[in-house]
């Protein structure tokens, strides 16, 4: 699978950002949004009345984020190069291709090397609308990189070395080599509650609604979208 030109990634990103109007309630009814709702019979996604059945959008919304979905990326769907692609945009100064890889994974649920309409709606369903519990389990599954339902120190540090790396040396001008592994220490102190070197979802969802400063750490996607 070929995956997306160059003007599928810049679609994309036209995308997300109507994706952010949509969310802040800034996409009003202007022409531009009436041309889109002429033109959705033309890109109606399958199973559309389920997809809003088990997402957060409306129909409309639905409707308007496939359009630009499909119209963007005939092949309908996006692959891990160009989600780097579009990924590195939003962060010039730092490297932010292995916290992207992990962010793919997460959105590629059916492990295929590539993101779906249906995956990528369904997951930002999730982190900008959905409840509390609902965003943290998300973000639980980013963490659990080899998806065998826990955490480990390991996972949780190449995740944290990740975030560092995507946000530059302009974000952490001083940064030295041991600071996310104290980090990665000070999470697992407060995290794993019966000391068995793994955290568990509970575990994790406990801390984070116990701790206010860990919950904002956590939360990463949602912050840096």
């Known amino acids: 699978m070929a995956g997306c030109t160059s003007r599928c990634r810049q679609g994309v990103l036209k995308l997300i950002q109507s994706l952010q109007r949509l969310v802040s309630g800034t996409l009003t009814k202007d022409k531009t949004d009436d041309e889109l709702e002429m033109t959705t019979v033309c890109h109606r996604p399958e199973g559309l009345e389920q997809l809003e059945a088990q997402t957060n959008f409306t129909k409309q919304e639905l409707q ?4 630009g979905f499909k119209n963007e990326c ?3 769907v996006v692959n891990e190069e160009t989600f780097k692609h579009i ?6 100064h730092g490297d932010a291709s292995m916290y992207a890889h992990y ?10 090397g590539s993101i779906k309409f249906k995956d990528f709606v369904t997951g930002l369903s999730i982190l900008l609308r959905g409840t509390l519990r609902e965003k943290l389990e998300w973000t639980f599954h980013l963490y659990d990189i080899n998806k065998d339902g826990y955490i480990n120190r390991e996972e949780m540090t190449e995740i944290v ?6 946000m530059g040396k302009y974000t952490y001008p001083a940064l030295k080599g041991d600071v996310p592994q104290q980090h990665v220490d000070a999470f697992f102190q407060k995290m794993d509650k019966n000391k068995d070197g793994v955290v568990t979802l509970e575990e994790f969802i406990i801390a984070c609604q116990e701790d ?3 919950m904002r750490s956590m939360q990463l996607f949602e912050n840096v979208m």
């Open 87 to 92: 990924y590195a945009q939003f962060f010039p």
């Open 103 to 112: 962010l793919f994974n997460a959105f590629d649920t059916t492990n295929n």
């Open 161 to 166: 070395r990740a975030i560092y790396d995507m």
């Open 74 to 76: 005939p092949s309908g």
């Open 64 to 67: 308007i984020l496939y359009r």
């Open 212 to 214: 206010e400063t860990m």
